[in-house]
């Protein structure tokens, strides 16, 4: 079994950055996938960005790519999202996401976080 820990969430202006982590416990390494999702109020959650624990292998959504970066720790088994030049419209509670596969599928992950919420102002 893995457990998922979010943190770093919080209140910040447009044009702001914040970090993300997103600690493993567990069997960590049995999901060679780690990922985030978003859901806004009323919306359906959506991809953000995916990495193997090696760090090899990235994809980002179009809608955060060039802005937030994923990452890795191995030696921590925590994974990071920093966020840069927030916009009111990333505002959502952001999910940590353990998976086999490097896709934006929300099928393909098994074990998900509780969630952290962001809230971006104009």
């Known amino acids: 079994q893995l457990q998922l820990v979010e943190s770093g969430g919080g209140l910040v202006q447009a044009g702001d950055s914040l970090r993300l982590s997103c600690a493993a416990s567990?069997?960590?390494?049995?999901?060679?996938?780690m990922g985030w999702f978003r859901q806004a109020p009323g919306k359906e959650r959506e991809f953000v960005a995916a990495?193997?624990?090696?760090?090899?292998?990235?994809y980002y959504a179009d809608s955060v790519q060039g802005r937030f970066a994923i990452s890795t720790d191995k030696a921590k088994n925590t994974e990071y999202l920093q966020m840069n030049s927030l916009e009111p419209e990333d505002t959502a509670v952001y999910y940590c996401?353990?998976?086999?596969?490097?896709?934006?599928?929300?099928?393909?992950?098994?074990?998900w976080g509780q969630g952290t919420q962001v809230t971006i102002s104009s």
């Open positions: 996401a353990a998976g086999r596969f490097l896709t934006g599928l929300r099928g393909s992950y098994d074990y």
């Open positions: 567990g069997r960590a390494f049995s999901s060679p996938v």
């Open positions: 990495i193997t624990w090696s760090g090899i292998s990235i």
